[in-house]
């Protein structure tokens, strides 16, 4: 009964919250994929219940007691010079709750300042933190609960915003270990200091489901995510839409029937263990390759790849996602348990 109610009170979560649109809220950065692991699987990895501390990020009800002494750590080098990472450490169990705790920062770079009359006024920097604390538990033989807490402070030249954030999750795992299936509500919150006296803006609110599979006698792993489930319609119309933008975005206008529309919250991914220690990783993200995609030339938009190897006690992983034809992401994990030392 009690596990029923606190399936019941999750699900009952988006009721209270509104829609919105992607841009419409602040601290965006929250949503950034941090685990090389996760980018090459499309970005999002809510239900692979292992052992892989920096996938906590996504969900909390992830954290198990095989992470116990388990350091993470994690590096993108994004676009335009700006670079972002998240580390995570697990010191084990506390009160029948496995705990950790994590920074994720966004370093936007270096910028010159100037005027309204171009005179340069000296140069400025801009970056945003937030500290990531998790707990968990084990609810019973299948279900896991997890809770993230994340205080947010934003530092945008001589505009700075204090914040609050929370990330709820629910795990199912079956007896063979094998299926997993997951539900992320996140970024539940508010600013308590904004950016601009009284202007209070809206946090980044998502709802996710995902499901993992790994093949009993075949070294393959399936994961399917959905995402943005508070918003069921993804598309939009482009107020510009002049001839020439029209023939690049045409996948982004409505009408474009309902499987589009269901298509455009779907993230796959596939894990390959060809070896012993040695991953191999691809995953397709549907949305994204609507609407970054250039009719002319589609190339790869949408599309992720990595891969991940053990070496003495040390998890490497590497992933890369394509944006744009201007280019991709590319990201570096790594992590390993201290108490194996």
Do not use: C
């Not at 919105?20 to 090389?36: I, K, M, R, W």
């Not at 996504?58 to 992470?67: G, I, K, V």
């Amino acid at each position: 009964m009690r596990n029923l109610l606190l399936v019941l009170l999750l699900i009952s979560i988006p009721g209270l919250v509104s829609a919105q649109v992607g841009g419409d809220g602040t601290y965006g950065f929250l949503n950034l994929t941090t685990s090389a692991r996760s980018v090459a699987l499309g970005t999002k990895s809510i239900a692979i219940d292992d052992d892989d501390l920096n996938l906590i990020y996504y969900n909390p009800a992830l954290l198990n007691s095989r992470m116990d002494g388990h350091l993470g750590l994690n590096y993108v080098k994004y676009f335009g010079g700006i670079n972002y990472g998240y580390v995570a450490y697990s010191p084990g169990n506390i009160s029948n709750y496995n705990v950790s705790a994590g920074m994720h920062y966004l370093n936007y770079g270096e910028f010159q300042g100037a005027d309204e009359s171009g005179v340069k006024t000296g140069t400025f920097r801009a970056s945003e933190y937030a500290l990531n604390l998790t707990a968990s538990r084990q609810l019973d033989t299948n279900f896991t609960l997890g809770v993230h807490l994340k205080p947010v402070y934003s530092h945008l030249e001589e505009y700075r915003s204090l914040g609050v954030a929370a990330d709820i999750g629910l795990l199912y795992t079956d007896s063979s270990g094998l299926f997993s299936t997951a539900l992320v509500v996140e970024n539940i919150g508010t600013q308590i200091i904004p950016y601009t006296a009284g202007e209070y803006e809206k946090l980044p609110f998502e709802i996710q489901i995902g499901a993992s599979y790994k093949l009993k006698y075949a070294p393959f792993r399936f994961i399917v995510v959905a995402e943005h489930l508070e918003k069921p319609d993804l598309t939009y119309n482009r107020p510009d839409e002049t001839r020439l933008v029209y023939r690049y975005y045409q996948g982004n206008v409505q009408d474009q029937g309902i499987f589009d529309k269901i298509m455009r919250h779907m993230i796959f991914g596939v894990e390959f263990t060809p070896l012993d220690n040695f991953y191999l990783r691809g995953g397709y993200h549907y949305r994204r390759r609507q609407e970054m995609k250039v009719e002319s030339k589609i190339s790869t938009v949408g599309f992720s790849w990595g891969f991940g190897i053990k070496i003495y006690k040390f998890y490497l992983n590497y992933g890369r996602g394509t944006y744009h034809l201007a280019g991709g992401t590319n990201h570096f994990s790594i992590r390993f348990n201290f108490n194996e030392f």
